[in-house]
């Protein structure tokens, strides 16, 4: 069933690939750049780790420099990232109930498009740090909890190697991988000497002995993951030793950690604390308790249905009829953005859910039995909250880092507490329905959502296997880049260089033209974490390219003024209006986000 709603899903999301400007265009252009030969960190600046990007340039030596690489690629990742959640709520559940949650997934999360810029989902992803994050997280997850079962070294190793390369690719990634083997080892180690209890080994006679052996494991546990670990930061810091040199190696692969641990470029960043919900603490509390009352009220809601109609006759098809109601008057009543605040209350709600299968998980014996592993798959998906804690959604960011948490909470509305009902001599049947019913609705109503965006895409952008479309009527972007795009493909030699203004590299990658510096984004933040805007400006200057192109594009999210303002880029745009003239101008006002102008310079000639 998995199979056929991937390829279901697979075909009517086909055109939901790149956005046309933005964040993708790094995807493409970073790995193009480096199968070239060129290096990340010297010929590149970036400011996450190299893991991705090298194993994406790995691709397109292997396979062809193109779009459609990348996109095979990611569909073989994404297949791996169900499978590992099939495995995992398989284990904490049924395969109706593991079915389920992946279905919820393909729906909400795998394919999504919420707005106009589709790099939201696991095809064509903002970055590959994080759904290849994702991927080796889970991977590291199935290793620990494997590792509780048979207390081999190997398993350690492995999750050792995973955290390794998460290490090498996003911080919050390698951090909430972290924190779940935290929680795991002193779970395992408390298991171990019950164990020894139940089996009634000398070393259940002292209780100073069996701490000290537990204080014991945790430490060579812990000595064996950290060893692991250092493999591939070993590896990655040698092999970029030698064009950049060991200190500078070490700095460049380890610049996300001293980022993060500056407030002005991480807590303190508008962008930031915009994306965390931390510029409006108390509306997005009170949004959090709100819709944590409403799932609280759905489930008493599905109790008081179980309560009437669980123990009469044919309490499968009164179940059958209130899932099918529960999911028509869903249905007409919510609207898809309001299905979009759901999330919020996953801070909440999982925090309880961490506590009764902690609870549960001392009471067994292995490491991947059902408490266990769902404890663990808890703590995974709070951890990667984090960097949106107080504004948890799905779309933008949370995509990626509100799945497993929402995967968690999807199992224990639809399996969990079922399962507990059945205890106390009631089916489950009829508060499973009220609950299925509404997640349903709640999965298809996104599905429509996203499929109709996706049907608006008509213009095709890019050629052959680069191709992909954008919405020409909502989005006011998409005629005048196309435009731009071929009035340059025209023009451009092959030696030819070009530099887009504030950000829009895609174009670099469609044309194959070299940006001449290292920078590729020409942010406020991006500036300062590269040492400010007069280094980069100096850059650009140094550097001369033979065309530029500045778009439109809303900036004050940072603080400062848009690009080409006396607050952000006005020496930049001092030097194209002296150096350069303009020789193409697109305009357009169409579109959900008002007028959108692409202004292409060319460099004059040295008489």
Not at 61 to 87: E, K, Q
Request: overall charge positive; some cysteine; charged content about 15%.
């Amino acid at each position: 069933m998995l199979a056929a709603a991937f390829a279901l899903f697979a075909c009517l999301s086909w055109r939901t690939w790149p956005d046309i400007l933005v964040d993708f265009g790094q995807e493409l252009y970073v790995p193009w750049r480096l199968s070239t030969g060129e290096v990340l960190y010297r010929d590149i600046a970036w400011v996450t780790g190299p893991l991705s990007q090298y194993a994406n340039s790995l691709l397109f030596r292997l396979f062809g420099v193109s779009l459609s690489t990348l996109i095979v690629s990611n569909l073989a990742v994404l297949t791996a990232i169900m499978a590992m959640l099939y495995v995992l709520f398989r284990q904490c559940g049924t395969r109706w109930s593991a079915t389920f949650v992946g279905l919820f997934f393909l729906a909400v999360f795998a394919f999504s498009q919420y707005n106009l810029i589709g790099n939201y989902n696991y095809v064509c992803p903002y970055r590959h740090d994080v759904t290849h994050g994702l991927a080796l997280g889970l991977v590291n997850l199935l290793c620990v909890a494997r590792f509780g079962r048979t207390k081999r070294a190997r398993w350690l190793v492995a999750a050792g190697i995973c955290l390794g390369l998460l290490a090498l690719a996003k911080i919050e990634m390698v951090l909430a991988a972290f924190l779940t083997i935290a929680a795991a080892l002193p779970l395992f180690a408390c298991q171990t000497t019950a164990r020894a209890r139940h089996e009634n080994t000398p070393m259940s006679q002292s209780a100073g002995l069996r701490l000290l052996i537990s204080i014991g494991d945790m430490a060579r546990w812990s000595g064996i993951v950290a060893a692991s670990a250092v493999v591939p930061l070993g590896i990655a810091v040698a092999s970029l030793a030698g064009p950049l040199g060991w200190s500078a190696s070490l700095g460049q692969i380890f610049v996300q950690y001293r980022l993060a641990l500056a407030p002005d470029l991480s807590a303190g960043s508008g962008f930031y604390r915009n994306v965390s919900g931390s510029n409006r603490v108390a509306e997005n509390l009170i949004n959090m308790s709100f819709v944590t009352v409403v799932v609280l009220a759905v489930v008493v809601t599905g109790y008081v249905v179980e309560i009437i109609f669980g123990r009469v006759k044919r309490a499968k098809v009164w179940g059958v009829v209130i899932g099918v109601v529960a999911f028509y008057s869903s249905s007409l009543v919510i609207l898809p953005n309001e299905w979009q605040t759901a999330p919020a209350c996953l801070p909440l709600l999982l925090v309880p859910v961490i506590l009764l299968s902690l609870r549960r998980a001392f009471r067994e014996i292995d490491g991947d039995r059902p408490a266990s592993v769902l404890f663990l798959t808890a703590i995974f998906g709070a951890s990667l909250l984090l960097k949106i804690l107080l504004h948890v959604r799905w779309s933008h960011y949370g995509c990626v880092l509100a799945a497993p948490g929402t995967l968690v909470l999807i199992h224990v509305l639809q399996h969990t507490i079922p399962t507990w009902l059945k205890k106390y001599k009631r089916t489950g049947w009829c508060y499973q329905a009220v609950t299925v019913g509404l997640m349903t609705a709640c999965a298809l109503s996104l599905v429509f959502n996203w499929v109709l965006i996706d049907e608006r895409k008509t213009a095709i952008v890019g050629a052959e296997s680069d191709g992909f479309y954008a919405d020409p009527l909502q989005d006011g972007r998409t005629v005048p880049t196309v435009n731009t795009l071929a009035f340059l493909r025209e023009r451009l030699g092959p030696d030819d260089t070009l530099i887009v203004f504030p950000n829009g590299v895609m174009l670099n990658y469609l044309l194959r033209a070299r940006n001449p510096t290292p920078y590729i984004m020409f942010s406020p933040w991006e500036s300062d974490v590269h040492g400010g805007e007069d280094r980069v400006a100096d850059a650009v200057i140094g550097a001369a390219p033979d065309y530029a192109v500045i778009l439109t594009m809303d900036l004050t999210i940072h603080g400062r003024g848009n690009f080409g303002d006396p607050e952000f880029g006005g020496r930049i745009r001092r030097f194209l209006d002296e150096q350069y003239e303009v020789v193409n101008h697109e305009w357009s006002d169409t579109g959900v986000d008002g007028p959108f102008v692409a202004a292409v310079f060319k460099r004059r000639s040295k008489n």
